[in-house]
């Protein structure tokens, strides 16, 4: 899971969406409205289709004209099982997970290298030892991919 969960704000333009894809090396990201709540999932494909429209027609739009455009979020919450995370993860359209702490405030992300992570620690030659029943907060690592 992400120590601290990366967003762009909907207030955002489309231009400085694509140099924070660019600078951060991300591949989706919650798009959150000013007071936080999250709106959306942005995509690199769902932005390239922004960017496309937008320098099409010339403009510079905020992130909050093109919410339709965004991937319905995939919320867990931080303490469901192993099984569920992998459930939720497999089956959702971005494969990411918006961590929820108990009053459901976002407060991480996780993605399959998050995943992939806690059972390469939990193999037989892994370095932690760990056990895959772990919740979802424990894979080390903090993959945005």
């Given amino acids: 899971m992400t ?3 990366m967003t762009l704000n909907s207030t955002e333009d489309v231009e400085t969406a694509l140099q924070f894809f660019m600078e951060k090396k ?3 990201i919650p798009v959150v409205s ?8 942005l995509t690199e494909l ?20 093109h919410l339709s455009a965004l991937v319905p979020p995939q919320f867990i919450h931080k303490e469901a099982p192993l099984a569920e995370v992998v459930k939720c993860l497999v089956t959702s359209p ?3 997970l918006i961590v929820q702490d ?3 405030k976002p407060i991480g992300m996780i993605s ?3 995943i ?6 939990a193999s037989p030659g892994g370095t932690h030892g760990a056990t895959p029943a772990a919740t979802p907060t424990t894979p080390p690592g903090a993959a945005q991919s």
Avoid: E, H
């Fill in 3 to 5: 120590k601290s969960l």
């Fill in 26 to 28: 991300v591949t989706s």
């Fill in 34 to 41: 000013p007071s936080g709540s999250v709106l959306g999932m």
């Fill in 46 to 65: 769902v932005l390239a289709k922004i960017v496309y429209q937008s320098r099409a027609a010339k403009k510079n739009d905020k992130m909050g004209t």
């Fill in 94 to 96: 971005t494969n990411r």
């Fill in 102 to 104: 108990a009053t459901s």
């Fill in 112 to 114: 399959p290298k998050d």
């Fill in 116 to 121: 992939l992570k806690l059972f390469a620690d």
